[in-house]
């Protein structure tokens, strides 16, 4: 009989070498301006010069720079200019989006349609609340799933098997997961955050948006995207991988200070959005 | 049955019915896809006069009820297993009655339609902004740019293709000359 410890270890490692084997490699422009920013006397400036050498790219960060997320008045024609207007981490964070779009779409249908939903729907949150940081938390709501992704793309039978058993028992995706994975889209997210050294603000919404209330730098934010990601899935507005609306974590109600009566609001600011960013499903 | 519009008389949350291409060719939306506001913004900043829509067969009073209480129940299925809790009960609510105010609004606007009549003035036709046009705008399609002394009602026989805007530019739509 196998001691049970040493088929732990075994398990163990095996998960470790899988999940090294299995992180897709960041995005070259991602790495890029990581490097180029560590350096003390690069500008703001060099930067936009960077992302905007890829005529791709640019154009599907100003697609989304321009579109009903951020509500601007005035059109943002180039990435200088989006610089300036909506800051050098949101512009980062659309550069990361765009270079994991096609990832994205080719994942899961309707996860797309729910990343872009759980992101309206926590810079609509973030703004009723009266943070000055919309934006940013927007950007979080954007990538938080980023851990179905790679789950989908680098190991397909695993996410087939979760997907069955979710649709047949009606599970939630991260129920599924934890019955038959050692690990779930939430670890996933956190390893690839590590890998792609994203900051901890965005890694911590990824990391533990089933887990609000185990959020320790960006509580806010990981309760905000929590919440946001309830309600889109309440609208049935894309796919999370799962049909059911989850619970609401009470700490993550708390952190906020929402009442109940605040949903009706915020619902109604979400709509117009919700309608505007349907343009967005085609990013290209 | 598909309608050729122009960008102006084009209302958000029609579907379009061929595909819209740039000038140079690149592919702006799909065809099936919904006209938003910022498609019909980025339409005019291109010079794109027409864009081809689906007729929108307007909804009856059955229709529209039933697309509530189809709501409904999806939203008794989805909520099933936060039955009971308060925070996600009280956004269950907040959807079904935003859901029913959705359903008020589409059924005034049915009755605000029929009471202007349907179609028997016709209209100016060219261009006209006639009283039949609906409050809400929206949704319905039918009652715009109607032919001229035609009885274009909302359910009328299959209306004319062409832009009613008979001084503007031939439509030529979104495609490459």
Known sequence: MADPTMVQDRMQAKKEVRRIK????????????????????????????????????????????NSAFFGMSRKISSISQALVILGFEVVKGLVLTSSVFDMIQKSMAGLWEHSIGC?????????????????????????????????????????????????????????????????????????LAEHWNLPESLAEPMRL????????????????????DVIIRAKGFGNGGDAMVPSVSPAAWEILGLKKTDFLPILELLEPKLNSLKDLTALN | MAKRVTVDKAKPGQILAEELARHDGVLLAKRGSEVTEGLLRMLRRQNIETLVIEEEERRTKEEIAAEH??????????????????????????????????????????????????GAEGGEGEGGEEGKESPEGGREVGSEGSVPGGAQGPKGPAGPREAPDGDKKKPRGGKKN
């Open chain 1, 209 to 228: 948006h089933h887990k609000p209330e185990k959020a320790v730098l960006k509580p806010e934010w990981t309760s905000i995207v929590h919440v946001a």
């Open chain 2, 69 to 118: 209480l189809a709501n409904l129940a999806r939203l008794d299925a989805v909520f099933a297993r936060v039955e009971g809790e308060p925070v996600p009960m009280a956004l269950k609510k907040t959807l079904a009655f935003m859901s029913g105010q959705e359903r008020d609004k589409s059924l005034a606007v049915l009755e605000l339609d029929e009471e202007t009549g349907n």
């Open chain 1, 22 to 65: 299995n992180l897709p490699t960041v995005p070259g422009i991602v790495a890029k301006i990581s490097r180029i920013v560590e350096n003390p006397e690069t500008s703001v400036n060099d930067v936009g010069r960077l992302i905007s050498q890829d005529q791709v790219l640019s154009a599907k960060v100003l697609r989304m720079a």
């Open chain 1, 119 to 191: 992101a309206a729907a926590s810079g609509v949150i973030a703004s009723y609340l009266g943070r000055d940081d919309a934006e940013e938390v927007l950007v979080a709501g954007l990538l938080h799933d980023l851990g179905k992704v790679v789950l989908a793309l680098n190991l397909p039978e695993e996410m087939k098997l979760v997907r069955d058993k979710v649709e047949r028992e009606n599970l939630y995706f991260y129920e599924a997961e934890n019955l038959l994975l050692d690990f779930n889209h939430a670890e996933i997210g956190e390893w």
